[in-house]
Structure formats: C-alpha cells, structure tokens
C-alpha cells in the first residue's frame, strides 16, 4: 500500500499541541536533566480498558528489555533510566493528555501506544515539541513514515495482510471478505487487504461490527452468506471469544478457508473443535523464534512472574529501540539518526529499523494450533523472511 514515507495527517490530527511554559524550545533537554541527570522515558499504554491484556504484556515486556539492554544495570553511561508510566485507557484523548503532561515534566522520549487510535494522536504530539516516539502494538500502517519522530516497535498491519496472503496459491479471481471490527485497526485490515490482494486480482469487501457489539450473530449471518473464498478475520479485544463462537455457530469456519492472525494465549481454547479449520498468521507467539535474544527475554518476564505472549516482544524491541537512541546523547535529532537503518537482534532475529519511513522489518509466522482446551497451543509451521513481507517504501 504506497505511502510517503513522511506523511501528513488529516488537519483533525494535526491539531493536537503543546502549550506549557515548563517545557522551554521543543527538543530541548531540561536543565535539571543535563549530561548527568535521569533519562526521562515516558511510557503510555493501556493498563486499564478493553486493551489493558495487551498493555500488560507490553509493559512486561519493556521491562524485560530495559533490563537486558542495560545488562541489568537500568543505566546508561552511569546515568539512570527513570521510566514514568501512564494509563491512557484506551482513549486517545487520555493518551494525548498523558504525553503533554510528560513532555511538560522533562520527558524526551516517549513509548507505548496499545491502540491504533491512540498511536495517530500521539504521533504529532512528538512531532510538534521534538520527542522521540516508539509506538508499540499499535499496527496501523499510518504510523509507519507519520513524521520524523515516530518510529514502531511492533508489525504493522501491511506485514499482517502480506503473511496472510501466503495461505494462497493464487488470489487471481478469488473472492475475498474481512471480518473486523469498526475502528481504525479494523479499518486499516480493510485498506491492507485491499491493496495486496486487489493488486493480485482478488475482489475484496468488508462486513464491520461495532466495538462494543455483543451480538455478533448477525454479522456471522453475513458472512456465511457472502461465501467468499477467503475470510480474512482481523479481530481484537475481549469480544473475540463470542465473535469465534457466532463464526462457529452459522457454519462459517467449516464451509470457509478462514485466516486470522493468532492472538494471545487465553484466547486458544475459544477455536475448540473448528482449530482445525482456521489458518493463523503469527506476530509472535512463545517458541515462534528460537534466538538467544527470545530465551533473554523469556528468563526476564518469567522470573517477575509474567508469561511471554503475543505483545511481550513490541515492549522488549521498544526498550532496545530507547537505549539505542538515548545511547546517542540528549540531541533528538542525533537519536533519531542513531535509529534510522539500525540493524540488530531482536526477539525475531533479525531487525531492521528502515531509515526511509522508520517501518520495523522483520519476519512474521504461519502457525497451527494442537491440543484441546487449556492444552491448546500453537506450533510455528513456517518463518515468513522480513523481505518476502515487507511494506512499501512511499514515493
């Protein structure tokens, strides 16, 4: 889906500011800061709301990747790493409020952004007073290239819809529907498909389900009849389980080829009996990746008590992605440089932080699930290479 590699959002966007008199010239580093003082990090997310799963895992995560990339120290260059975190629920306009209040405290670096909705807020809030911001599992593709200051920790939704389309052989004349929720992540699945498999001669449509929705019979009613053939699911949040079981319900995951991406571990034993009849694309699930950088990450999470899941890699990557950049000195403009074209090893493998628009390439996974109930869990069937995936550059 082409894209300028520095887009300009929708004026409604644009107008979000900064005006607080503690913050001095935008990307100027507080005094009390200095050559010696803390690194103000500030992470937003969602650690309440319909979200707030996802938010753990990230902020375990990023936890995770403070410590290993600091080798335990949670200090860079004997100067401490002094991590802020703030609830944005969910709501953007929380989320936009929680950024001014940490830039207007000294923060120069913020992370986070559960939310697709969120993340779009955000972005121009850096953009407009000089901070870096590392967006997480937020997957609109709207971030990638948003501005000069916003990079991404996690996969974006291009990535999502390119592993999909490996599950076919041709899509030349096939008829395609997304399944998805009326937000803008489920927009953007609609605007992704649209653009990889119309380009190789699918025809795609769309049927769309309120957020809040709680009957979700209908829209499976819809589905079985449109009989496309391919079903492509882009669902989040805590009405999953009840849209699995309307799917299941009117026959559509036994009369239709259905792709979905894997969500997180809780969420297996919903599939049941039909886990057999759904193809699953993989951001990340635990095992997908044997690296020594996913076993650091695993031994970090698991001696605080977490489990490592779908998100828990987007706030491992975002904590290596902050010290790189905070590693460069207090200059923003230095960070950023010090994070375009940076090539490292993450919990994947190999990453690479594209220096044009800021997109992070890396490999995705197709999987299947064994096992029943609370046994069930994914096996990887195939490594999908970062190249074979990757989004467009913007002209």
Same mark, same amino acid.
């Given at each position: #889906? ?8 929708p004026?409604?966007? $644009? ?7 503690? $913050? ?9 800061q ?14 309440s ?5 996802y ?22 260059d ?5 991590v802020?975190? #703030?609830?944005?629920a969910?709501?953007?306009a ?6 001014r +209040? ?33 967006s997480g ?19 974006q ?9 490996t599950?076919?052989?041709?899509p030349? %004349? ?60 882009a669902?989040? %949040?805590?009405?999953?389980?009840a849209? &699995?079981?309307a ?31 759904? +193809?699953?694309?993989?951001?990340y ?19 605080d008590?977490?489990?490592v ?20 000195g ?11 074209? &940076? ?20 490999? #995705? ?11 069930a869990?994914? +096996? ?16």
């Open positions: #889906m082409p894209q300028s590699s520095r887009r300009t959002l004026a409604a966007l $644009c107008t979000v500011t900064l005006v607080l008199s503690a $913050c001095g010239a935008p990307g100027a580093i507080p005094e009390e200095g050559e010696d003082g803390p690194i103000k990090v500030g992470v937003v997310y969602s650690a709301g319909p979200l707030a799963t938010g753990k895992l990230y902020y375990e995560g990023f936890q995770a990747g403070l410590d290993y990339a600091t080798d335990g120290t949670m200090e860079l004997g100067r401490p790493i002094e802020t975190e #703030m609830d944005d969910g709501d953007p929380k989320a936009v409020s929680a950024a +209040e940490l830039i207007g405290s000294g923060h120069t670096i913020l992370a986070g952004s559960t939310s697709s909705g969120v993340a779009v807020q955000v972005a121009p809030v850096a953009a407009e007073n000089e901070v870096l911001f590392v599992p937020a997957a609109t593709d709207a971030i990638t290239g948003v501005n000069d200051y916003t990079f991404r920790s996690g996969r939704t291009y990535q999502d819809i390119r592993t999909a389309a599950f076919m052989a041709d030349d %004349g096939a008829d395609v529907t997304v399944f998805a929720q009326q937000s803008a992540f489920g927009q953007d699945n609609v605007d992704a498909v649209t653009a990889v498999l119309e380009e190789q001669g699918a025809t795609v449509d769309s049927i769309l389900a309120p957020p809040d929705s709680t009957d979700l019979i209908p829209f499976a009613e819809q589905a079985r009849e449109a009989d496309p053939d391919l079903l492509f699911v669902w989040a %949040g805590e009405t999953a389980s849209m &699995w079981q799917l299941g319900q009117r026959g559509v995951l036994e009369s239709t080829k259905v792709v979905t991406g894997l969500d997180i571990s809780a969420s297996y034993p919903v599939f049941g009996e039909h886990k057999g009849d759904i +193809e699953f694309l993989a951001h699930f635990d095992g997908a990746a044997d690296t020594e950088v996913a076993a650091a990450m695993r031994e970090r999470v698991e001696q008590g977490g489990t899941d779908l998100f828990t890699p987007d706030g491992f990557t975002a904590a290596q992605m902050v010290v790189r950049a905070a590693s460069a207090d200059d923003t403009q230095e960070r950023i440089s010090a994070l375009e074209g &940076w090539t490292f090893d993450g919990v994947k493998g190999e990453l690479t932080v594209r220096a044009e628009d800021h997109a992070l390439l890396q490999p #995705m996974y197709q999987a299947r699930l064994t096992g029943s109930g609370e046994d869990h994914p +096996e990887l069937v195939e490594s999908v290479p970062a190249d074979r995936i990757a989004p467009p550059v913007g002209e």
